[in-house]
């Protein structure tokens, strides 16, 4: 176990070394340990040499002219620079917010940018305004639609959070997959085959190998087979890439870039320009006021959490979980495995940083 | 088979006997033909005879004044005077692309509204204008979250319609279940069992009983089980709720009333009014200039139409297969069931309409 604030000043200091700003190696810092807090372990510290791996290899502007490249009363695009997606993400977030409050509704699709953490982070700065958020992303080809061969969309996540009053806000954050690649890796690292329904084998047809998708095999989109539904996974995974990729201006589809590898696509390769998101802010009061909204969010939340479960069980609200595990987290720190660890170790070394 | 312009004389002229005016009738069979003719039966002329009772039940106004109860430069809520959905969805979408034609983007919360047949219907319209259109309801609930026993939510289907440049629009349009409660009754007239992961039984456990839902179970969100992401099925569908129902100011979860049966819930049971939905409309070039949005699109379809697929299968684009089947039902008509027959020559009866 880690405490969350000595992983947090390591985080930042190493960003620092890379060249952010101050500023920025805070917020990237807050992006990723808020991850490891809510117990999405797959998004958080664990990336920090990933991020350091991109900036080697020149994709990564530690110093980013985030700007914005075209707007409406409602819209705009944004070019992250090749900034981290962890700052441009909150960046184009703040865009969307400034947008909502004059016009209502506030909507940014983002290209040029990378990894931006976990969306739900970037969602719930609109609930602080009294607004509905919403994040999206696009991420490099491990999916493969209904009847493919071909990996063909990334895990492509979506957040909504909208705030009450009394409850915490509402917060659904999830992949448009089955699960997440990271759940396949657990089971990997401890030698254990996976459910039926979780990736496909190289020929298409259904396996419990772990190291499916490095065998030539992908992951599924949620719903798994045909007919429990998962031409409706690869459609909102579609719905992601679209807004993502195709209406910024960055690639879409097989040709988004990997997170993080040596293998990168180069620039000349693509159909557009980078990684890219899509941001939405919805004034609750553009719609009703505000506090006769939160106060209905209050009873929607009530009442289902007190539904009715099956034995040794309880009907949780999107971000229930998540909450109860930062709140957990922050007393007995973050468990970091331990080639984490080393690779952060080493990061420490090469910049003069401990850990 | 029935030819698809007797069914829509038919259905125009039984909702002109009911007040309906030309127009709203004329609009109201179109969205109905339009269901059946892309294979979507449970949502075509099969509901004439609910859209009946919720008129006999006096829940149903066929002469509604639609008006905007609140707004801002790119949000209205609309309420719907307990018209037809099936005229109150395209008039709300209406709204929602004048919004987007000054504002950039245009977004409508519904509420005193009830079933507006498809949602893929409402979200093509913006294409024409092109815009990105988005359509989503709620509906009585059938469904439950992970972990429950009761059904709190209706199967909440959401579309997204992007138009493309020489290729027809990408049109996903998909209900947050595993499958339509049409599927279930197809099997249940079959005498046949379901597959696991379409609904549950009453405890809560697996079932491949084709009537569970009618016998104190429920139908399950995409994803199926907890195992296979069903949380994020359930979250997707309480997305739809949250959006079309406490936004709008209708009804929300359990409290969302059914179609048209006589044991409808009464107006001062609920926690708003009537039925609630939600329209968006993106201009293209509130983003980048459509024409090239457009190409990319037709890049974006063709890549995703040409990927390796299953042997004896293709990897299709949402909206082809409900395309193909409309050309194919526009030449042989369309397969209507017996009982539905039955039910729609009781109406013509009673109305002085023949079918």
């Known amino acids: 176990m880690i405490d969350a ?7 930042e200091q190493i960003f620092v070394a890379i060249g952010c700003s101050e500023a920025d190696a805070r917020l990237s810092a807050d992006v990723l340990i808020s991850a490891d807090l809510r117990g999405v372990d797959s998004h958080g510290v664990a990336r920090l040499p990933g991020y350091i791996r991109l900036y080697d290899h020149g994709r990564l502007n530690p110093q980013p002219r985030i700007r914005v490249v075209h707007e409406t009363p409602s819209t705009a695009v944004v070019d992250g620079d090749r900034g981290l997606g962890l700052v441009v993400g909150p960046a184009a977030m703040q865009i969307a917010i400034e947008k909502a409050r004059v016009a209502g509704t506030g909507w940014v699709a983002v290209r040029n940018s990378n990894h931006f953490g976990i969306a739900g982070y970037h969602a719930l700065l609109a609930t602080e305004h009294d607004m509905i958020g919403q994040a ?18 990334g895990t492509n996540p979506i957040a909504v959070a909208v705030p009450a ?30 459910p039926i329904g979780w ?4 020929d298409g047809g259904p396996t419990t190998d772990s190291n499916a998708v490095k065998n030539g095999g992908a992951l599924l989109p949620l719903g798994s087979d045909r007919e429990h539904g998962s031409h409706k996974g690869y459609g909102l995974g579609a719905i992601v890439d679209i807004f993502s990729g195709v209406l910024s201006g960055a690639n879409y589809g097989p040709w988004v870039p990997p997170f993080a590898t ?10 557009g320009i980078g990684t890219g998101h899509f ?58 495995l331990e080639p984490v660890i080393k690779s952060l170790d080493e990061l420490g070394e090469r910049f003069g940083v401990r850990l």
């Open 279 to 336: 941001f939405g802010a919805m004034r609750i009061d553009a719609f009703r006021p505000a506090d006769d909204f939160k106060a209905h969010m209050d009873t929607w939340i009530q009442r289902f959490r007190s539904a009715k479960a099956v034995e040794g069980q309880r009907v949780l609200v999107p971000g229930d979980p998540e909450r109860a595990m930062e709140a957990e987290r922050l007393v007995t720190g973050i468990p970091v």
């Open 199 to 202: 990736a496909q084998a190289a």
């Open 262 to 271: 040596a293998g990168f696509m180069q620039a000349d390769e693509g159909v």
């Open 136 to 153: 999206m992303t696009h991420a490099a080809p491990l999916v493969a639609p209904t009847f493919s061969l071909e990996k063909m969309l």
């Open 5 to 11: 604030n000595r992983l947090r000043t390591f985080t």
């Open 165 to 194: 009053l009394t409850e915490p806000p509402f917060l659904a954050d999830f992949a448009s997959t089955a699960v997440a690649y990271g759940k396949l890796e657990i089971l990997q690292r401890k030698g254990q085959p996976a």
